[in-house]
């Protein structure tokens, strides 16, 4: 068995006095999917948070392609190149074009050829439909456009994984299953990817597995197939029967 590509271990995490999060531990095999599910507030963004360096833990370890994460702002500045994010607000800078808002981390980070991060920038921008919007600004742009650019943004820097906190939940519904069918397009291509949503067909869809948590813990972790059909706890049966 290959390593997998992320390994949490019993990673805690507290603001001021409050846990948030408890004892978290699981895998992310390399190509696969991990959907996060859980109530509002059971502590899916903080934990995608940490896995990015945006946030600060109190314990546990953070295992990423074959290296055990010292959590330095330097060694997060090194892996935030590897490891995408991509959240509900979409945070592109207003004064840039799109083009130039995809190149940033790319050439500026990066310090890869302009020609040639532009080259696969337009090329990413066409797979999503949005290469008619190279020069546009943000404010040009619908939620949903802007979404794509984010996503395109997050992958022109090659990341080995990507994670996805709620990406949709912005949108007017009409722009929703457009920016899905990229993230579904990614888990064909076999992107590995952590993703935060509240559309369960979606989830259904693309989850490997399902980790579904509740008060900073995990609750169950159960392969995707099964957990809509047969959740292992209650608490995941009737949260689902909640989200129908
Ligand atoms: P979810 O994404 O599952 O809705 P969050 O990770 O956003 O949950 O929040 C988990 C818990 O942490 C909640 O109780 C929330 O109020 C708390 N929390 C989140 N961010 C902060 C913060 N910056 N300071 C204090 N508490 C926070
Ligand atoms: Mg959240």
New binding site residues.
């Given amino acids: 068995m290959a390593e997998p590509l992320l390994k949490v271990e019993h990673l805690k995490k507290s603001?001021g006095e409050?846990r948030?999060l408890e004892d978290i531990s699981f895998e992310v095999e390399e190509g696969s999917v991990v959907v996060l599910l859980?109530p509002?507030?059971?502590?899916?963004?903080?934990?995608i948070r940490c896995l990015n360096g945006l946030e600060a833990f109190q314990g546990g370890t953070i295992m990423f392609n074959g290296e055990t994460v010292r959590p330095s702002p330097k060694n997060w500045r090194r892996l935030r190149q590897q490891i995408g994010m991509v959240f509900q607000s979409y945070d592109l800078f207003p004064n840039m074009t799109v083009l130039e808002n995809i190149l940033l981390g790319a050439v500026k980070v990066q310090k890869r050829k302009r020609d040639e991060a532009a080259r696969q920038a337009m090329s990413l921008l066409k797979e999503v439909g949005m290469e008619q919007y190279a020069n546009a600004y943000p404010r040009q742009l619908s939620g949903g456009q802007k979404q794509r650019v984010a996503i395109v943004r997050a992958l022109e820097l090659n990341p080995k994984l990507m994670l996805f906190d709620e990406v949709t939940a912005s949108l007017d519904p009409e722009m929703v299953r457009g920016v899905l069918e990229i993230i579904l397009r990614l888990a064909r291509e076999k992107m590995t990817m952590i993703v935060?949503t509240h559309e369960m067909n979606f989830a259904r869809q693309i989850g490997d597995k399902i980790l579904f948590?509740e008060d900073g813990k995990i609750l169950e972790e159960t392969p995707g197939r099964q957990f809509f059909t047969k959740p292992q706890t209650e608490r995941a049966k009737s949260f689902l029967e909640s989200m129908d």
Avoid: E
């Avoid at 509002?40 to 934990?47: A, E, P, W």
């Fill in positions: 603001y409050k948030v859980g509002s507030g059971s502590g899916k963004s903080t934990l935060v948590l």
